[in-house]
């Protein structure tokens, strides 16, 4: 998601 | 970027190039469900949108890339390069009855109602379960070659080693994703029974798994 998570996981 | 996410992201590639190379050394795509292998398509699509409107890293961007061509290509050899070979009869799971309750549900639980982050939801949970097809296959066939085997057993690795990292995370960065998290709990427990049978099957014994 764009705030709640990072995302740079695949 | 831990240990276990790298190593889980490492186990993730090797799944997909050993069901590629599979297909494309023995022309032969027999045993292998074209279902599960559309709705992984479907699954790096729709997770994969962010390409166009955020950089991570190149890291993440390539392998991004390389897991969205892989899906498709082996989506191609399936249904048009060696489609002759495709047990379309055995893979006859209903994939309907995975897409509508996961896109209902990407609806219902996100963390916030933009496409993208629908579609990212929708991605996660169809994850979970894409592999059905494949499992209820080898059910129906009750035998599985051992290269489709090791292909299940990295692919069921990767999702295992992210739970180890979503531990690290929480411990080491306070990072939880709630969504995440369970989906990849379920998607590892459907995996379990494979592992089972991989270990007391495949690696002590020789050649095909067969079911009892």
């Known amino acids: 998601g764009t705030d709640s998570k990072l995302k740079d996981e695949l | ?212």
């Open chain 2, 1 to 212: 970027m831990n240990i276990f996410r790298l190593a889980g992201d490492v186990s993730h590639l090797v799944a997909i190039i050993i069901l590629f190379l599979k297909i494309w050394k023995s022309k032969s795509c027999a045993g292998i469900s074209g279902k599960s292998q559309v709705l992984f398509a479907l699954v790096f699509t729709s997770r994969y949108l962010d390409l166009f409107t955020v950089f991570i890293s190149a890291y993440n961007t390539i392998m991004k890339l390389v897991f969205l061509v892989l899906s498709y290509a082996t989506v191609y050899l399936i249904y048009m390069r060696f489609r002759g070979s495709y047990d379309s009869e055995n893979d006859s799971f209903r994939v309907e009855f995975l897409l509508v309750p996961v896109t209902g549900l990407a609806f219902l639980e996100n963390y916030a109602f933009t496409p993208l982050e629908i579609l990212w939801t929708f991605s996660i949970f169809l994850e979970a379960v894409a592999i059905m097809p494949q499992l209820f296959m080898i059910t129906k066939t009750g035998e599985a070659e051992s290269i489709t085997t090791h292909y299940l057993f990295f692919l069921g690795l990767y999702r295992a080693l992210y739970l180890a990292n979503w531990v690290w995370r929480y411990h080491t960065e306070g990072f939880f994703d709630q969504i995440a998290v369970v989906s990849g709990v379920v998607q590892t427990i459907f995996y379990c029974d494979f592992f089972y049978l991989y270990v007391t099957r495949v690696l002590r014994g020789s050649g095909k798994m067969s079911l009892p």
